[in-house]
């Protein structure tokens, strides 16, 4: 086959996976541990990989290698969530096998299968089990012996199926709440909407995935100092200084290329990371700052003009005017409709500051925002804040006169003592750890621990107070979202004094899509 007829094929199979994951995404989003209407992992795997078939179709390419590492960059940028942060590095380590060839051989195909697997393992310092990351590495192992480009195929995809079926033998929260992982299942609709192009046969019909009677997507320490530097060399293995350099600490960022790699790492001992960067190369623009000096400094007043500024994350319009009243630059987002790496990359660039602060405001952002980190030339400080609510008692810590470590340490002694949890109603019924929820019914979130439910939005919000203890809390904030609106918050609000005269009580618009309330103790 010519190499221009095989650049087109290529294109073509990328927009059959493409059809089969939007076919399929109401079914992957409803793959969720917990049984609120949040479930988004079917969405982020869509509009990453629309953004690396978008990537493809902006440009003529006359060879198929080319057009892989087009689609690899258009994911990079694209990547939502932490499912398409994984899936666009499974295209990234494609693409480095790929990207020079003019024609790819069943060789070149299984030798990129485990190339792929592995970039998206080395991507993540805590692996686990029963996740995309299994289903790509068993995908990979299965292809070995396939002797052309749709037997490769056809034997990925029902492997990934297998491996997918196992993902709850693997991992406790998706045997308990009755799911496959959500991740894994997105991977395995790609690879089998590939495979149906290559047989001719048409795209499969949404899959019938439903939870077993009951209903995920699929996954700083201490502070010290915050040290980052360049290395400058010949030959730098990434992925080997990334391994080297996780035992020292955390916060890991090491990424570049074979002659320039960007290392940022809190730790507590930076010479060790200096020492054990020193044989690879020179070391330039290195910066050590003192994190916990900073922060038990933090109350000190600063004249210097700003440093840092800070990206919040806003599940709606209210939270956004709040954020901005605080001085943040709010960006859209939130559970279904998580920032790509590309949006988050152009607030961070935006900014005037010489350092950028992120407050991801949702579990689901923070891969995106470490990818975000990594391709800026700026210092990017990730905070993963749980919630909104979470989001603005950080922001409150901020001060616009102090270093972008001073503020790092305030906020994260913020998001520390705060008690933030969030108000949903279930979709389906669920089990969640050791729960049962049933379908209608109204749950309080607390991070991962469901802390209350009930038939009573404003008993369920009563006894997750109890639960979480607000006898020593002065502060409360109630973010009410569209369908609670501002008559019931006002109720709610009147119904918690009762209970607890001594709370000071606001309540504001979030304007959030999916959760009742955000509620905030300080």
């Given at each position: 086959m010519p190499a221009a007829n095989q650049a087109e094929c290529v294109r073509e199979a990328l927009r059959a996976g493409l059809a089969a994951l939007t076919a399929n995404v109401n079914a992957l989003n409803a793959l969720n541990v917990y049984p609120v209407p949040d479930g988004d992992t079917g969405t982020n795997l869509a509009l990453t990989f629309r953004a690396a078939v978008a990537a493809v179709d902006a440009a003529t390419f006359e060879h198929a290698g080319d057009l892989i590492a087009a689609?690899?960059?258009?994911?990079?940028?694209?990547?939502?969530?932490?499912?398409?942060?994984?899936?666009?590095?499974?295209?990234?380590?494609?693409?480095?096998?790929?990207?020079?060839?003019?024609?790819?051989?069943?060789?070149?195909?299984?030798?990129?299968?485990?190339?792929?697997?592995?970039?998206?393992?080395?991507?993540?310092?805590?692996?686990?089990?029963?996740?995309?990351?299994?289903?790509?590495?068993?995908?990979?192992?299965?292809?070995?012996?396939?002797?052309?480009v749709a037997e490769i195929f056809t034997i990925a995809a029902a492997a990934a199926r297998d491996a997918v079926a196992r993902t709850p033998s693997q991992l406790a929260v998706l045997r308990e709440a009755g799911v496959v992982d959500a991740g894994g299942q997105g991977l395995y609709v790609i690879l089998d909407g590939v495979r149906a192009f290559l047989v001719g046969e048409p795209l499969p019909e949404a899959d019938d995935v439903e939870p077993t009677d009951e209903p995920h997507d699929g996954a700083g320490g201490a502070f010290g100092?915050?040290?980052?530097?360049?290395?400058?060399?010949?030959?730098?293995?990434?992925?080997?200084?990334?391994?080297?350099?996780?035992?020292?600490g955390d916060s890991v960022i090491v990424v570049g290329d074979q002659s320039t790699i960007r290392v940022h790492i809190h730790t507590a001992d930076p010479g060790r990371a200096l020492t054990l960067a020193g044989p690879y190369g020179e070391l330039d623009r290195i910066k050590i700052d003192n994190m916990d000096r900073q922060r038990a400094a933090r109350h000190r007043t600063h004249t210097v003009a700003a440093t840092s500024a800070v990206i919040a994350v806003a599940p709606g319009a209210g939270f956004a005017r709040v954020f901005r009243s605080l001085g943040a630059i709010a960006v859209p987002g939130g559970q279904s409709m998580n920032?790509?790496?590309?949006?988050?990359?152009?607030?961070?660039?935006?900014?005037?500051?010489?350092?950028?602060?992120?407050?991801?405001?949702?579990?689901?952002?923070?891969?995106?925002?470490?990818?975000?980190?990594?391709?800026?030339?700026?210092?990017?400080?990730?905070?993963?804040?749980?919630?909104?609510?979470?989001?603005?008692?950080?922001?409150?810590?901020?001060?616009?006169d102090a270093s972008a470590a001073e503020n790092v340490a305030g906020m994260q002694e913020?998001?520390?003592?705060?008690?933030?949890?969030?108000?949903?109603?279930?979709?389906?019924?669920?089990?969640?750890?050791?729960?049962?929820?049933?379908?209608?019914?109204?749950?309080?979130?607390?991070?991962?621990?469901?802390?209350?439910?009930?038939?009573?939005?404003?008993?369920?919000?009563?006894?997750?107070?109890?639960?979480?203890?607000?006898?020593?809390?002065?502060?409360?904030?109630?973010?009410?979202?569209?369908?609670?609106?501002?008559l019931a918050a006002e109720r709610l609000a009147a119904r918690i004094s009762e209970e607890w005269a001594h709370l000071h009580i606001e309540i504001v618009d979030g304007g959030q899509p999916n959760y009742d309330y955000f509620v905030a103790l300080e």
């Open positions: 689609a690899a960059a258009g994911a990079l940028l694209g990547a939502r969530g932490n499912s398409g942060v994984i899936l666009s590095q499974l295209l990234r380590g494609a693409a480095d096998v790929l990207r020079e060839k003019d024609l790819f051989t069943a060789t070149d195909l299984r030798r990129a299968f485990v190339a792929a697997a592995d970039a998206a393992h080395r991507a993540l310092l805590r692996p686990v089990e029963g996740t995309i990351l299994t289903v790509a590495r068993d995908a990979a192992a299965a292809t070995r012996d396939a002797q052309d100092y915050c040290t980052e530097f360049l290395i400058l060399g010949d030959g730098l293995d990434v992925s080997s200084l990334r391994d080297q350099f996780a035992a020292l920032p790509s790496a590309g949006t988050l990359l152009r607030a961070i660039e935006s900014a005037s500051t010489a350092e950028v602060i992120v407050l991801t405001n949702n579990p689901n952002v923070k891969a995106a925002a470490n990818q975000a980190a990594t391709m800026s030339e700026k210092p990017v400080h990730v905070l993963p804040s749980g919630d909104p609510a979470a989001g603005a008692a950080a922001l409150v810590a901020f001060r616009p913020a998001l520390e003592y705060v008690r933030s949890f969030a108000v949903a109603e279930a979709v389906r019924a669920a089990t969640v750890g050791g729960r049962h929820v049933a379908r209608g019914q109204v749950l309080a979130l607390a991070g991962d621990e469901v802390v209350a439910v009930g038939s009573d939005t404003e008993t369920v919000v009563v006894e997750a107070l109890t639960a979480l203890d607000c006898t020593d809390r002065e502060q409360l904030a109630i973010y009410w979202g569209e369908r609670a609106g501002r």
